[in-house]
């Protein structure tokens, strides 16, 4: 199994459930994927998905056995704004509940991945370059590992490889291992759109007669040409109480600026920051982090890919598309498949 994202985490701990040797692999020095939570000197902040909704009862039976890592967010109710910052509608219905995981989103996926590695299954900072046919076994597959150091190792022995990873990395794997296999014209149909993310604090704001800057607000949409999301980090439950905020930036706008200076992207979205939430106060932390695949525009359809013949498949959020209840669910249907 590669990739450790929540869709590759729910795959292998339901393979292990069924009785299968799994090895899982992730070139990241921790799990989670887009749930990452990211520390600073002021608190932490979700700087991929914000939050979950809970429509699958299977996805609900899951959340259950890790009891007390998930806990609602008051968000006050998901704000639309325009591109001034003003208020046009109340977003997501309030009777659906939007959860997080604590004390950061990583948290969900730490909890699901502990069992994996308690079991020694689960191996980080292994990056995998390559896949091809096992040597002894015609049938079976070896993967090629490269390491922190850059040292490549050979893994072989695999009656099956799962690729829980973005799609246009699950097909760039394909295509650098000289692969021509027919879930392949699949991938290609995907399109998942990047995401710029600014992450500020402005610990100033904590002080006697002074809890929040700006809007009474925690959460909200944007028609902003540059910001999409913004949500203040410290109304979620179990952070710290200091201000800080994530904005996500607009998809198109993010593609657009893909390729641009980090602190010429942070300057921008700064200035809009202050547009739409009438916050001008200089923070004292400012980070960028660039996602190259956030948001899923054109999802396959279906909830995995396995091609049975050759024993390879592919999930992850962007088959249905790009909630963390779409990861969780494409992961169980791909483990479902080939079980």
Request: with cysteine; aromatic share 6%.
């Amino acid at each position: 199994m590669v990739g450790a994202g929540l869709a590759g985490i729910a795959c292998a701990r339901t393979l292990v459930q069924a009785g299968h040797r799994v090895t899982l692999l992730e070139k990241s020095s921790h799990v989670g994927g887009r749930t990452t939570t990211r520390s600073s000197p002021h608190g932490s902040f979700d700087t991929g998905a914000q939050f979950f909704t809970v429509r699958d009862d299977r996805f609900a039976e899951a959340l259950a056995t890790v009891p007390g890592v998930c806990r609602p967010w008051s968000a006050n109710a998901v704000r639309v704004l325009d591109a001034a910052g003003r208020v046009t509608a109340v977003g997501r219905p309030p009777h659906e509940a939007h959860w997080v995981a604590c004390p950061g989103m990583q948290s969900l996926a730490d909890a699901w991945a502990a069992p994996l590695q308690d079991a020694a299954l689960l191996h980080t900072d292994a990056r995998v370059v390559s896949l091809e046919r096992d040597r002894l076994n015609g049938q079976g597959w070896q993967v090629t590992v490269e390491n922190t150091q850059g040292e490549d190792q050979v893994l072989a022995g695999f009656d099956a490889v799962l690729l829980a990873l973005p799609s246009a990395q699950a097909r760039a794997l394909m295509v650098s291992s000289d692969l021509d296999l027919p879930l392949m014209e699949d991938l290609a149909g995907v399109e998942v759109a990047p995401c710029w993310t600014l992450t500020l604090a402005f610990p100033q704001a904590v002080r006697p007669g002074l809890t929040t800057l700006g809007p009474q607000w925690n959460a909200a949409r944007s028609t902003h040409h540059r910001i999409a999301w913004l949500a203040r980090e410290s109304s979620k439950p179990q952070r710290s109480s200091v201000e800080r905020w994530t904005v996500q930036a607009n998809p198109v706008w993010s593609e657009e600026h893909l390729e641009d200076d980090a602190q010429r992207v942070q300057a921008k979205l700064l200035k809009a920051f202050a547009e739409v939430t009438g916050i001008r106060a200089a923070p004292d932390y400012a980070q960028m982090h660039r996602w190259r695949y956030a948001q899923t525009t054109q999802a396959l359809g279906r909830s995995h890919l396995w091609d049975a013949e050759h024993n390879l498949g592919a999930c992850g959020d962007w088959c249905l598309g790009h909630r963390v209840e779409d990861a969780f669910v494409s992961g169980l249907e791909m483990a479902l498949a080939v079980a």
